[in-house]
């Protein structure tokens, strides 16, 4: 055996730990071995200056933090036990659980279309559409005289919440003075069905046509 061997169990023969055999041998090669033999002094003496040195008080905190460490292991065990018993109690009825709320969905799903209301047709005078542009509603009187040429006059309105005109501007047409007044006069007593989304008024904007004839909304 080489010395590596018998370094191994220096510190065990230092404290008697080791079998008669064992202890024997590592007499002998301490006595044949100088290295050997000085480690094993070293490791003495190494011994007699922790004995020396005493004892080192531990901090006076120290018992307070362990008692403390303790009580949240025990808290997390009591959890963790906890946690286990209640996965215990709800594993048989997780699935027949979750079996019922899906056949419940499937349920609601196909009677839905039984108990659906019906949708009335749509018809000019209330639509249905999910979004709607403004209508014209009511003209109290054609603008009288109004020069629109051949082409016509082509106005765009905004309308509001309440069907009522709060800004217009000519796209196309003459733009005389008197024509101007005129329009300005038809347009501020005309009303609208307002613009909807959902069925909810909402602001909206739409183009008038007029001509010598007719107003086009």
């Known amino acids: 055996m080489n010395c590596a061997d018998f370094r191994t169990d220096l510190s065990s023969f230092a404290d008697d730990a080791l079998e008669a055999e064992r202890a024997l041998e590592m007499r002998r090669h301490l006595q044949e071995c100088p290295a050997c033999d000085w480690e094993m002094n070293r490791l003495r003496q190494m011994r007699v200056l922790l004995r020396a040195a005493g004892r080192v008080p531990p901090p006076a905190h120290l018992a307070l933090a362990l008692r403390v460490r ?8 009591l959890i963790d036990r906890l946690w286990v018993r209640v996965e215990n109690l709800l594993a048989p009825i997780a699935v027949p659980a979750f079996a ?7 349920l609601f799903g196909i009677l839905i279309h039984t108990f659906a209301i019906p949708t009335p ?3 000019d005078d209330i639509p249905l559409a999910l979004k709607t542009p403004p209508r ?7 603008p ?8 016509g006059i082509f106005v765009e309105a905004r309308v509001n919440e309440e069907g009522r ?3 217009y501007r000519i796209l196309s047409g003459p733009h ?10 038809a347009l501020l007593f005309t009303t609208f069905d307002p613009a909807s989304m959902f069925g ?10 007029f001509s010598s004839v007719s107003v086009k909304g």
């Open 144 to 151: 009288q005289g109004l020069h629109a040429g051949e082409a």
């Open 136 to 142: 014209l509603k009511f003209m109290p009187f054609e």
């Open 70 to 77: 303790l009580s949240q292991q025990r808290n997390v065990r």
């Open 100 to 106: 019922g709320i899906a056949a419940a969905i499937l």
């Open 176 to 185: 005389d003075p008197s024509d101007v007044a005129k329009l300005r006069r």
């Open 165 to 167: 005109i709060v800004d």
């Open 121 to 123: 047709a749509m018809t």
């Open 200 to 209: 909810v008024p909402r602001p909206g904007t739409l183009v008038l046509g």
